[in-house]
């Protein structure tokens, strides 16, 4: 499977984007799904998590409330919605698809993994 993000660009804070990643090759609609991010000199981290039915949805503390993750099984396709963007929120983000039904924050439970799409936030 193949995982294409899309969706980034560079806002202002406080405005949103909508990233998107689509799977082809073969179906994720099985599989939980994450996303990921990583800001410039620092290492990736954890952002939200979908389990392969759009339910048991949990996020990290820092997009709680801002950030929601969705899916569309039958477009292969997962969605992150970013609200209330933050400059700390600037970073590349990397949609992943897990090992197992259920999202992680864990990145070892990710077999696949996208290439990434540049979320820049000005302040």
């Known amino acids: 499977v193949q995982l294409q993000a899309s969706g980034g660009g560079l806002v202002h804070s406080g405005e949103s984007l909508r990233l998107s990643c689509v799977a082809s090759?073969?179906?994720?609609?099985?599989?939980?799904m994450g996303w990921f991010r990583q800001a410039p000199g620092k290492g990736r981290e954890f952002v939200a998590a979908i389990a392969w039915n759009g339910g048991n949805t949990f996020y990290a503390d820092s997009v709680k409330g801002r950030f929601t993750i969705s899916r569309d099984r039958a477009k292969n396709t997962i969605y992150l919605q970013m609200n209330s963007l933050k400059a700390e929120d600037t970073a590349v983000y990397y949609c992943?698809?897990?090992?197992?039904?259920?999202?992680?924050?864990?990145?070892?439970?990710?077999?696949?993994w996208g290439q990434g799409t540049l979320v820049t936030v000005s302040s």
């Open positions: 992943a698809a897990s090992r197992y039904a259920v999202g992680s924050s864990a990145e070892g439970n990710y077999a696949k």
């Open positions: 090759g073969r179906t994720v609609s099985n599989n939980g």
